[in-house]
């Protein structure tokens, strides 16, 4: 009987001996965690690389911190091309923030990569990336109400540090800032580009200066701008009406209060057609010194411009049936 009474004491007395180191390792302090957080940030330029234990411990409860963790995939035999253009960007937010004065601790950046994380991806049931979560503090000063993390979305956000850092701030409460490093190719390749065209203006200048100065020129412009307004494609532009209507075909929409965005293309190109005629009838016709040919220009001419308001007036009734309007008094 005393044997078995010292068996139990000694069994009682490993577990008790036990359980506390393996609860300890299981919920690390919150200090140790804020302490291997530091540590990692400052030797991978404010990165901490996770696999999948780091990943639940510091994702685990309690938080007195925020961290942003990004799932990857950066094996080249799995060539996921949006994560190797996100993971730059990321970067560049993480190293930003930590050279910002701000307090550190408030945010941490973590990113886990498929290889060291086999086990989180199927535990999230994750089957893309990348894949980037927030998790808000759960105690302390910045604690939110909602603890759960807040998944971004690169489908409406996009890829670029800029969005992640407007992303981050809002969670937050302060500014996450981007300082991208300069370009000097691309102000080289500006600066370039702006003296070769400078220097080719110049030598154009001449040919320039008679466009501009040239009365024909203005001219069709301005009545290309004027054709194109009083068609409608500005009520075009604001209202973005279908072009035609694919079940049958129609070019024209009934009704004065609707349009087709085909139709202001026709009635520009009538427009255009009235307008050439007139302007030869008034310039060329004139200087024609054969009388014959002179008659023939004129006959012709006027059958151009008025075969164009038959067929502008037919569509305006197709329009409305009643026009032309009549006032009666």
Same mark, same amino acid.
Request: hydrophobic letters at 35%; glycine letters at 2%; proline letters at 8%.
């Given at each position: 009987m005393e044997k078995v009474f010292v068996f139990l004491f000694i069994l009682i007395f490993s577990f008790s001996c036990? *359980?506390?180191?393996?609860?300890?390792?299981?919920?690390?302090?919150?200090e140790?965690?804020?302490?291997?957080l530091n540590e990692a940030t400052r030797k991978n330029q404010g990165v901490v690389e996770l696999d999948s234990s780091?990943?639940?411990?510091?994702?685990?409860?309690?938080?007195?911190?925020?961290?942003?963790i990004l799932l990857?995939?950066?094996d080249p035999q799995i060539n996921c091309v949006p994560c190797k253009e996100f993971d730059p960007e990321f970067r560049l937010v993480a190293k930003d923030w930590l050279g910002s004065g701000?307090?550190?601790s408030r945010l941490y950046f973590g990113v886990l990569d498929f290889k060291n994380g086999r086990e989180i991806y199927a535990k999230?049931? *994750?089957?893309?990336?990348p894949t980037l979560f927030y998790f808000p503090p759960t105690t302390g000063q910045?604690?939110?109400e909602i603890s759960e993390p807040d998944r971004y979305d690169f489908n409406r956000r996009g890829f670029d540090a800029e969005s992640l850092a407007s992303f981050l701030s809002h969670h937050l409460g302060t500014q996450v800032p981007v300082n991208r490093p300069l370009n000097y190719f691309g102000i080289f390749i500006t600066i370039f580009f702006t003296l070769a065209g400078l220097a080719f203006l110049k030598s154009m200048y001449p040919i320039v200066q008679n466009l501009i100065q040239n009365k024909s020129v203005w001219t069709t412009f301005s009545l290309i701008t004027i054709f194109i307004m009083i068609s409608g494609h500005m009520w075009n532009h604001i209202r973005s009406p279908p072009y035609i209507i694919p079940q049958n075909g129609k070019i024209i929409a009934p009704g004065f209060s609707s349009?087709?965005?085909i139709e202001s293309q026709i009635v520009a190109i009538l427009y255009g057609s009235c307008a050439f005629s007139v302007v030869t009838l008034i310039i060329s016709v004139p200087k024609i010194e054969d009388k014959t040919k002179q008659r023939f220009g004129v006959y012709f001419w006027m059958g151009i411009l008025v075969a164009t308001f038959s067929v502008l007036f037919a569509l305006f009734r197709q329009k409305n049936s009643g026009y032309p309007f009549r006032l009666f008094i």
């Open positions: 036990l *359980l506390p180191s393996r609860v300890s390792a299981a919920k690390p302090s919150l140790t965690k804020i302490h291997k780091l990943y639940d411990e510091f994702t685990s409860k309690p938080r007195n911190y925020s961290i942003a990857t995939a950066l701000n307090v550190p999230l049931n *994750l089957n893309n990336a910045y604690a939110k349009q087709l965005g």
